[in-house]
């Protein structure tokens, strides 16, 4: 069981289905003694990865003055991770994607992430459309070498607030508690 959890939360949408989501997990993480940093990566400043690999010469440091290096120091104490994003393209949002890519700047620490999940909110009625967000979180994993906490994904909600009232609210709470 984790302790300390770093959430990105990547909608564009503020108040929207995937922040109510990514919220009930963190309800449900801290009802359970966790420390929890969530971090609204739709809100931030953070740049592209530019693979020039200025981290792996500065150990996790990059030259670009963003946003970024608070999330990275928060990953650096964190035991878990979890990734809540809207199904955008069938895929998780460009915000969220950025603040990935730039966890390169990790690869050469040992972080002591353990456990990661994915919460995705999305309008279609089926879950086929997050296959996508679903097979980079899978690949993502086991090239950390981390343990698969849980996916949930949330269909039928497109309009900001669609989400309130539904069980996998509940679902995203107990998912909080038990990584």
Same mark, same amino acid.
């Given at each position: 069981?984790?302790?300390?959890?770093?959430?990105?939360?990547?909608?564009?949408?503020?108040? *929207?289905?995937?922040?109510? $989501?990514?919220?009930?997990?963190?309800?449900?993480?801290?009802?359970? *003694?966790? !420390?929890? !940093?969530? /971090?609204?990566?739709?809100?931030?400043?953070? *740049?592209?990865? $530019?693979?020039?690999?200025?981290? /792996?010469?500065?150990t996790g440091v990059c030259f670009q003055k963003d946003d970024m290096p608070r999330i990275l120091d928060a990953l650096r104490k964190a035991d878990a991770l979890a990734v809540a994003s809207p199904v955008y393209n069938f895929d998780v949002t460009a915000q969220v994607k950025l603040a990935i890519d730039r966890m390169y700047a990790l690869f050469n620490e040992k972080t002591p992430i353990k456990r990661a999940a994915l919460l995705m909110?999305?309008?279609?009625?089926?879950?086929?459309?997050?296959?996508?967000?679903?097979?980079?979180?899978?690949t993502w994993l086991e090239f950390q070498k981390w343990e698969d906490a849980g996916i949930l994904i949330v269909t039928g909600v497109h309009k900001p607030g669609e989400i309130? *009232?539904?069980?996998? $609210?509940?679902?995203?709470?107990? $998912?909080?508690?038990?990584?």
């Open positions: 069981m984790s302790g300390n959890i770093v959430i990105l939360s990547g909608s564009p949408r503020k108040g *929207g289905n995937t922040d109510i $989501l990514a919220n009930a997990f963190k309800e449900g993480a801290e009802s359970a *003694g966790k !420390s929890v !940093s969530l /971090f609204r990566v739709a809100d931030m400043k953070i *740049g592209g990865c $530019l693979g020039c690999e200025h981290c /792996f010469e500065e909110a999305c309008a279609d009625d089926t879950a086929d459309t997050a296959r996508g967000a679903a097979a980079m979180y899978e309130a *009232g539904r069980p996998e $609210l509940e679902k995203a709470k107990a $998912l909080g508690r038990e990584i």
